[in-house]
């Protein structure tokens, strides 16, 4: 295996040469968390383990689940222990690892970051620390022996952050290309997309302009410019108390109140987006431009889930970020998001295209069959 080191935002990271799926880059690994098959298979294990919430019934795949696209579809936002509700639609883990910051408003700037959150909020798995988990990994004969083996370490040297890397690792495997539209745009079949579809790709990158947030490069395609957009989804409900929102949450967040929990925990605030954890009044109600790929099999839609299918997130855009005439917009929403004037017939071909970005290991969800 040949690596090279490249930089991304500053950070450095080591880089797996290897064969990736048609339309993607090399899979980012950080340098100080390095690939290997057997932290992999016990990331895998971790991922999977229920014990490691306070009810013993949730664990990641609860809201990640392989048969839903790595999603918990077709909840809107997810549920914790007790069945209690979260604000945010669970966004897929398929190439997660690509992403250049984690969670719908980037309030972790990687994978090892994001696994370590869900354990301690209230309304997810519950725990008040890691111990729960630690006492579980250091006991657990098969654990402490795939610990010892992929970090040689056992007993108390096992800590959080060897269970973090190794959840972080295994969602780095999950990767997932070669679809319809990869064989067709880099590889050059022309027969792997349907007319239609290649009509929506033109929708796509013309008049829909689609591929100013959902990217497309000469040699992969990511979907997702990694930035942060107001799109108007459920901006309007705190759009007249906004300043006063905002300002309250300032005020808490200066005195230790915890984001993860407080966006979680609260509609409202759930809705102030990127404002929660840049501070900064152009984030208001900004949130992450998620990828497109394997979006068929991952409905619903948007940071609440609030949007049902393809065709209700065509519309939605078309109509300029309302979801029916008449509807207002909001002075914080991005510039970008304006009347596109489709046709019916153009809005059709998009979601053919949107289901031309399904990979085949996925086909299956898609026709109903998990």
């Known amino acids: 295996m040949r690596t090279r080191t490249i930089g991304i ?40 383990d229920t014990r490691f919430s306070s009810t013993g019934t949730v664990s990641c795949a609860t809201c990640h689940e392989r048969s839903k696209g790595f999603t918990d579809s077709p909840l809107s936002v997810s549920e914790g222990i007790n069945k209690l509700t979260g604000t945010r639609n669970a966004p897929t883990v398929i190439n997660a690892a690509y992403n250049h910051s984690q969670f719908w408003d980037g309030r972790e700037p990687d994978l090892e970051g994001q696994a370590g959150q869900p354990f301690l909020n209230p309304v997810e798995m519950g725990l008040a620390d890691y111990e729960p988990i630690l006492k579980i990994v ?31 690792s295994f969602e780095r495997s999950i990767i997932s290309g070669d679809s319809p539209f990869d064989q067709y745009y880099f590889a050059g079949k022309k027969d792997a997309m349907s007319e239609s579809a290649q009509r929506g790709l033109q929708v796509f990158v013309g008049q829909g302009r689609c591929v100013s947030c959902h990217t497309i490069s000469q040699t992969h395609a990511l979907f997702t410019d990694h930035r942060f957009h107001n799109l108007n989804v459920g901006f309007q409900r705190i759009s007249k108390d906004i300043e006063e929102l905002a300002n309250t949450f300032t005020k808490a967040k200066a005195k230790g109140a915890n984001v993860d929990i407080a966006v979680l925990s609260n509609k409202n605030t759930s809705e102030l987006g990127r404002f929660a954890v840049s501070g900064q009044t152009r984030d208001l109600g900004g949130f992450k431009t998620p990828t497109l790929r394997n979006i068929e099999v991952t409905a619903p839609y948007m940071h609440d889930g609030s949007v049902k299918t393809l065709e209700d997130v065509v519309s939605f855009y078309n109509l300029g970020g309302i979801d029916k005439q008449g509807d207002p917009v909001n002075d914080f929403q991005s510039g970008g998001i304006r009347p596109l004037n489709l046709s019916k017939e153009q809005q059709a071909d998009l979601v053919e295209f949107l289901k031309a970005l399904t990979s085949p290991e996925y086909a299956k969800i898609a026709g109903g069959t998990p």
Request: aromatic share 8%.
């Open 9 to 48: 935002l500053g950070l450095f990271y080591s880089v797996s040469i290897l064969a990736e799926p048609l339309g993607l880059p090399s899979v980012p690994i950080p340098a100080n968390n390095p690939q290997t098959a057997e932290k992999i298979t016990l990331g895998d294990k971790l991922f999977h």
């Open 138 to 168: 250091r006991t657990d004969p098969d654990y402490t022996k795939q610990f010892k083996t992929v970090f040689n370490k056992e007993n108390q040297q096992i800590t959080s952050k060897e269970v973090l890397q190794a959840i972080a």
